[in-house]
């Protein structure tokens, strides 16, 4: 056995960035929580999954893929490249995949982040953007939302003109937390108040919700037009109900920049039964046509009586609401939890009242609904 005391480390030996880093809040996962809670019927609404679970085309893959196990998968991905490039018009070698979008996300900041770069992110913000720009070194300035909850343009602009110098631009849009885009007009005018050689990473893990919607930018037809570098990163483990598989995608303006991504990352990072499955969801439009109704109607709904309570919400054309809830979100998150609900609070400096609360079935939103009532009615 390993002791304690007999490891020769000291945290001098651990890079600066890295010591001065906060872990990733991942929180519980459902089995963790039934085990505090058996006999609650516990429903997991604090990570954004899909509540349908995963489609019938995609488990019927995977099953019949098991004994590939024992196999490399293809490093390249190379069917699945070719699935995206027709779907989305886009040359396959355009295409990076990622053990899930944050994967590439880290591949990113490690090809092209220096120490000391300036890199703007959202506040609040998912929180592997500042996170992954900190382990480089860089100097991340955070932008706040508006009053509104809605992304300043003004402010994005503002501070993007001061910054002459500015390396990375991340925006998730929809954004995580609070779920609310940027239109076209918005999203070209942050991208041309950018410098050209600035790197433009638009994050778009819960773009499928918000497609329809005509506050929702075609980034991908923005950029496209743009000569500067650009990537577009999206998932599959939202609308497309392959959170456990690990699986997502980038779209890239350089194939010079597929390249060096391909330097950083490990060689097999995407397994055989991720890459299968995701081929499968990319062909089964029911099911995603069915989820996106679902969430979005949903959210409305969930929206309307939580406001009906007095609470603000946030804008959102994602699968989830930011809320406030006028008092500590932890506390609020272990009283759901006690009552079989699983909430994410948020603990990012300056909104420590609101919670995030991922759209599910409506027996699950049910729930939200009634608990959300009874809170508001005990407040004093």
């Not at 992110?121 to 592997?128: G, H, I």
């Not at 910054?163 to 849009?173: D, F, K, V």
């Not at 919607?213 to 990163?233: C, E, M, V, Y």
């Amino acid at each position: 056995m390993i002791t304690t005391h007999s490891i020769a480390f000291t945290d001098q030996q651990v890079r600066q960035e890295v010591a001065q880093l906060p872990a990733y809040g991942a929180g519980q996962t459902l089995v963790q929580a039934d085990m505090l809670y058996p006999a609650k019927n516990m429903v997991n609404l604090s990570v954004n999954e899909n509540p349908f679970g995963a489609s019938t085309a995609a488990l019927n893959l995977v099953q019949s893929k098991l004994s590939d196990m024992s196999y490399y998968p293809d490093s390249q991905c190379t069917e699945l490249k070719s699935t995206l490039s027709a779907k989305l018009n886009v040359p396959r070698e355009h295409l990076v995949i990622g053990n899930g979008s944050e994967d590439i996300l880290s591949m990113l900041c490690k090809a092209f982040i220096n120490q000391a770069d300036a890199v703007f992110v959202a506040k609040p913000a998912f929180a592997l953007h500042p996170i992954y720009a900190n382990m480089m070194g860089a100097n991340v300035t955070n932008i706040p939302m508006d009053e509104h909850f809605d992304y300043d343009v003004t402010a994005w602009v503002s501070a993007i003109k001061a910054h002459p110098n500015l390396t990375m631009l991340m925006i998730a849009n929809p954004s995580n937390p609070v779920g609310c885009t940027l239109d076209d007009a918005g999203l070209q005018g942050i991208i041309d108040a950018c410098p050209k050689d600035t790197f433009i990473l638009i994050d778009e893990a819960y773009c499928e919700f918000a497609n329809n919607s005509h506050k929702f930018a075609d980034s991908l037809a923005i950029l496209k037009k743009q000569n500067r570098p650009f990537a577009i990163l999206r998932t599959f483990s939202k609308a497309y109900g392959l959170a456990g598989l690990r699986v997502g995608y980038g779209i890239m303006s350089d194939t010079h920049i597929v390249d060096y991504l391909d330097r950083v990352r490990t060689p097999y990072n995407v397994n055989n039964l991720a890459q299968a499955a995701a081929i499968a969801v990319l062909e089964d439009s029911s099911y995603l046509n069915d989820t996106v109704d679902l969430v979005n109607n949903e959210r409305e709904r969930v929206r309307n009586e939580a406001e009906s309570f007095g609470y603000f919400v946030a804008p959102s054309l994602a699968n989830f609401l930011f809320i406030n809830v006028r008092q500590p979100a932890t506390h609020v998150a272990d009283i759901f939890l006690e009552n079989g609900i699983m909430i994410k609070p948020w603990k990012e400096f300056g909104f420590e009242q609101f919670i995030r609360i991922s759209i599910g079935l409506p027996e699950h939103n049910d729930r939200v609904i009634k608990l959300l009532s009874k809170l508001a009615s005990h407040e004093t």
